[in-house]
């Protein structure tokens, strides 16, 4: 029996799947193939050879057989377009490792940052990968509403020099709340100029809170939705406890109106890739009634 006819029975009797392989998996077969290439010189068909490979193989896949996949960093940064970049850490959400994203734009005048990272122990890290990256440090940071994975690293930022902004009304339930809070506020739709890069925060009205913003960056047609967003594999719309559900869907046709034909979506948690989360969060909103 040949060592590859060995190979799919091995595949076969343990049910392994090739459409879950992952990089942790590609790796593994990577360096098997390298073994075995050595092993073709000493005696591709002693069955004491076969054995080890079989077993080598076990091994290497074991990992993923239990894990199902490998450990997410935590903290990620993933490049959206030149100058803009998603970050994403992760929490505990009913028992599942939920991500957060964020997003940081590298200007001529410094680094604006949109919201913070949800998981504390990155505040730091984020920082120093950015002036890694890019040689330049965050200036600013905005938060689109008052949760802690939006305003918490303001009082960890204020310390680094960073701008802390966020709307009026964000800052009132942050005091409210005893929550950190920002040093700057604006109680209107504002229009930010940083370096060579223009944006907008936009109170479009209620939805995943009373004071949740967006901000878009009109030349580039980027809209950072934050929570106000559902990702396109979210099935509900998470936390709503402090949600407005009979405002939402007038604040989500709203955003359509007024941001035709946006570039990128970025929703506050998951998958940022699809252009079609604002409909995503209608249909979820009227299935929730």
């Known amino acids: 029996m040949t060592w590859s006819h060995q190979m799919s029975i091995y595949f076969f009797q343990n049910k392994i799947c090739f459409g879950e392989i992952n990089e942790y998996l590609l790796y593994s077969l990577f360096i098997l193939g390298a073994l075995l290439g050595f092993l073709h010189y000493w ?36 490049p959206l377009q030149p100058d803009f970049y998603i970050y994403t850490t992760y929490m505990t959400y009913k028992g599942e490792p939920t991500p957060a994203n964020g997003m940081y734009v590298v200007t001529n005048a410094g680094v604006v940052l949109i919201d913070a990272p949800w998981d504390t122990t990155q505040f730091q ?37 960073i701008k802390t902004w966020s709307s009026a009304r964000t800052r009132t339930i942050c005091h409210t709340n005893k929550d950190p809070e920002a040093d700057f506020t604006f109680a209107r739709d504002t229009v930010f100029q940083l370096g060579q890069y223009t944006f907008e925060a936009t109170f479009a009205g209620e939805g995943h809170t009373v004071d949740n913003i967006v901000v878009w960056f009109p030349n580039e047609k980027v809209l950072y939705g934050g929570c106000l967003v559902k990702c396109m594999e979210a099935e509900d719309l998470g936390y709503i406890k402090e949600a407005n559900l ?8 709203r955003l359509q109106k007024r941001y035709k034909n946006p570039r990128f979506i970025i929703p506050g948690h998951g998958d940022w890739r699809s252009g079609e989360s604002l409909r995503h969060t209608l249909k979820l909103l009227k299935e929730r009634g």
Do not use: C, E
């Not at 009979?246 to 046709?253: D, E, H, L, S, V």
């Open 43 to 78: 005696d591709l068909n002693n069955a004491y050879v076969m054995h080890l490979t079989i077993r080598l193989l076990f091994l290497l896949l074991l990992p993923t057989a239990l894990l199902g996949q490998t450990p997410k960093p935590a903290l990620q940064i993933t």
């Open 125 to 161: 890290p984020l920082l120093d990968s950015i002036q890694a990256r890019h040689g330049k440090k965050v200036v600013m940071d905005i938060a689109t509403h008052s949760h802690g994975d939006r305003t918490g690293g303001f009082n960890y930022y204020k310390t680094k020099g």
């Open 246 to 253: 009979k405002a939402w869907p007038k604040t989500i046709r």
